[in-house]
């Protein structure tokens, strides 16, 4: 509205006319955030009063609904809560990316380190749809292991390729093992070429003769993508 455009730009009627105040007052306008960037405008025109600001603004369109793809860990009904009072609104930068950082603390606090809104597409009906991609493997590379451990770790390890990825799973998965064969254990997160995430876990063996039990280093995660 009128009103929340002049409650946020500095310059007052009577002011003298700073360029760099008007462009501060384009960006405060800008941070808004329901306005279409790319067609914001402030025009000086020089009159025998003074200089006169013209100020043209296009609202970005109006969200009907939402509409959510890629979820399985969930529901649809949580998502909406998450993005509750957007709806029936023009779209509003700062609102949809504080919901968009919601979900992603959704899934990370939960152990989902991957997932994250991917997309977000704008449809000419007024649908806005949200776009989440969970974090899936699309392959686990194990190294390191003794062979008489691999069918047992291979029984305890529930993270197999094409299944998302949740690292407070794998890390109760894997908690047992360290200290007592390995003294280290080390999992990180590659990309492939094609922009699928490999999962990288690695058994180190306790080299230190007569290393007390449970002085081995649990390493975090190095190189997952949060």
């Given at each position: 509205s009128t009103d929340k455009i002049i409650s946020v730009m500095r310059v007052r009627k009577g002011d003298l006319y700073s360029r760099d105040k008007?462009?501060?007052?384009?960006k405060a306008i800008?941070?808004?955030?329901?306005?279409?960037?790319?067609?914001?405008?402030i025009n000086p025109v020089l009159t025998d009063g003074g200089v006169v600001l013209t100020i043209k603004v296009v609202e970005n369109p109006v969200i009907?609904?939402?509409?959510?793809?890629?979820?399985?860990?969930?529901?649809?009904k949580d998502l909406a809560h998450l993005f509750d009072?957007?709806?029936?609104?023009p779209q509003n930068i700062?609102?949809?990316s504080k919901a968009i950082d919601e979900v992603d603390y959704w899934y990370h606090s939960r152990g989902y380190v991957l997932a994250k809104v991917a997309d977000v597409k704008d449809r000419?009906?007024?649908?806005?749809?949200?776009?989440?991609?969970?974090g899936k493997l699309s392959a686990v590379e194990i190294t390191g292991l003794e062979p008489t451990d691999k069918t047992a770790i291979a029984r305890q390890i529930s993270v197999i390729r094409s299944q998302i990825y949740n690292d407070s799973n794998l890390i109760n998965e894997l908690r047992q093992w360290y200290g007592r064969v390995y003294g280290d254990i080390t999992r990180s997160?590659?990309?492939?070429?094609?922009?699928?995430?490999?999962?990288?876990?690695?058994?180190l063996k306790r080299v230190q003769v007569g290393q007390p039990s449970g002085r081995a280093n649990w390493h975090g995660v190095r190189g997952y993508r949060a």
């Open positions: 008007v462009m501060d007052d384009l800008n941070r808004i955030g329901c306005f279409d960037d790319r067609k914001l405008d009907k609904r939402f509409v959510y793809k890629g979820n399985t860990k969930i529901a649809d009072g957007q709806v029936g609104l700062d609102s949809l000419p009906d007024g649908t806005t749809q949200i776009v989440i991609d969970e997160i590659a990309v492939d070429k094609n922009g699928s995430y490999v999962l990288k876990i690695q058994f």
